[in-house]
């Protein structure tokens, strides 16, 4: 079955110090993996993807992710967080089923930057 | 250019009434995609659509319908709307093709259903 897995309902970060968030994924063959923010009362923003090549991504505002093929896993991470990243958090995988590729989005995780 | 845009940003429907979506992309993009976002379930697929004049159904299709009039527009209908289709909708469009692509989401519709 294709699916993804976000753990944590909300991570809750200090400012400044290094922040992650979890993602589990399942899907035959290699995976296409995909990160998303959501702030208040806007559309899903595109932050990242993997491909193929070096498991360590960059991606959009300082935001970076690791994949991990061993443990299926596709964290996304940041070294120093700031309050303005507080926003919903949403991992991805491409699937295929019914004739199409599409999106297989986890639940989603809050993340919470205090001052 | 302005992405991918939604109309109406909130709307308030009676159960039974009926309503449709608007959505409109300017990136010249062949697919776009109608999603319903519910808390805790992420977003699941209502319906997408490969090129103008093509649509298919996603994972939760029932009680919607859809149409690709032009590449541009990629509207969502509820012919009789229900408590349950109590939601926030957004509407995508997807550049590239296999490790190329990538979806750009519209700022949602939030829909109530009373």
């Known amino acids: 079955a294709q699916s993804v897995a976000q753990p944590e309902d909300q991570v809750n970060v200090a400012e400044g110090n290094p922040l992650t968030v979890k993602c589990t994924y399942s899907?035959?063959?290699?995976?296409?993996l995909f990160w998303y923010v959501q702030y208040p009362n806007r559309g899903l923003q595109f932050l990242l993807k993997?491909?193929?090549?070096?498991?360590l991504v960059k991606g959009s505002y300082g935001f970076e992710a690791e994949f991990n093929k061993s443990q299926t896993s596709f964290h996304l991470k940041k070294p120093s967080a700031l309050v303005s990243d507080s926003a919903l958090y949403f991992c991805a995988v491409r699937g295929f089923s019914g004739g199409y590729n599409k999106l297989i989005f986890g639940a989603g995780t809050r993340l919470a930057v205090h001052p | 250019n302005a992405g991918v845009t939604q109309t109406p940003k909130f709307q308030v429907l009676k159960t039974g009434q009926s309503m449709t979506l608007q959505c409109a992309q300017d990136?010249?993009?062949?697919?776009m995609y109608w999603y319903r976002q519910d808390p805790g379930m992420g977003l699941r697929l209502i319906y997408y659509?490969?090129?103008?004049?093509?649509?298919d159904k996603g994972e939760v299709p029932n009680g919607y319908n859809v149409s690709r009039l032009n590449k541009r527009e990629f509207s969502l209908r509820l012919e009789s709307a229900a408590p349950s289709q109590t939601s926030v909708y957004f509407c995508?469009?997807?550049?590239?093709?296999?490790?190329?692509?990538?979806?750009?989401f519209g700022p949602g519709t939030r829909l109530l259903v009373l």
């Open positions: 993997y491909i193929t090549g070096d498991n």
């Open positions: 995508a469009s997807r550049s590239g093709t296999g490790g190329q692509e990538t979806q750009y």
């Open positions: 659509s490969a090129s103008e004049g093509t649509t």
């Open positions: 990136m010249n993009h062949n697919s």
């Open positions: 899907v035959s063959g290699n995976p296409y």
